[in-house]
Nanobody
Framework: VELKESGGGLAQVRESLRLSCAVS????????MGWFRQAPGKDREFVAH????????LYADFVNGRFTISRDNAKSMLYLQMNSLKPEDTAVYYC?????????????????WGQGTQVTVSS
């Protein structure tokens, strides 16, 4: 399984970005997926989770309704729509996938990871 993120870049405060994650390889092994992020000097942290069907989502508290995770299994794509961006959202964002369909905010419970895409929010 390979995951490849795209869509990162530079945004101004209160602007929006949409991250994408293309999934390839043995996609039948993947059930739940998620997004994590890592800011300079900080640990990787959970952002959002989505079940295989998309019917169940889980968000970190800091999202506070600003981000929306979604997926298109027919296209093998995962998305993260980020609105009302803040400078503290600056980080490398990672796409992750796991064999289980149970919700999880723990990075070690995800089996596959992308290389990450940089998001920088400028004030």
């Amino acid at each position: 399984v390979e995951l490849k993120e795209s869509g990162g870049g530079l945004a101004q405060v209160r602007e929006s970005l949409r991250l994408s994650c293309a999934v390839s390889g043995r996609t039948a092994s993947i059930l739940a997926m998620g997004w994590f992020r890592q800011a300079p000097g900080k640990d990787r942290e959970f952002v959002a989770h989505i079940s295989y069907s998309g019917g169940r989502t889980l968000y970190a508290d800091f999202v506070n309704g600003r981000f929306t995770i979604s997926r298109d299994n027919a296209k093998s794509m995962l998305y993260l729509q980020m609105n009302s961006l803040k400078p503290e959202d600056t980080a490398v964002y990672y796409c992750a996938a796991r064999r289980s369909n149970l919700p999880s905010f723990l990075s070690y419970e995800y089996d596959w990871w992308g290389q990450g895409t940089q998001v920088t929010v400028s004030s």
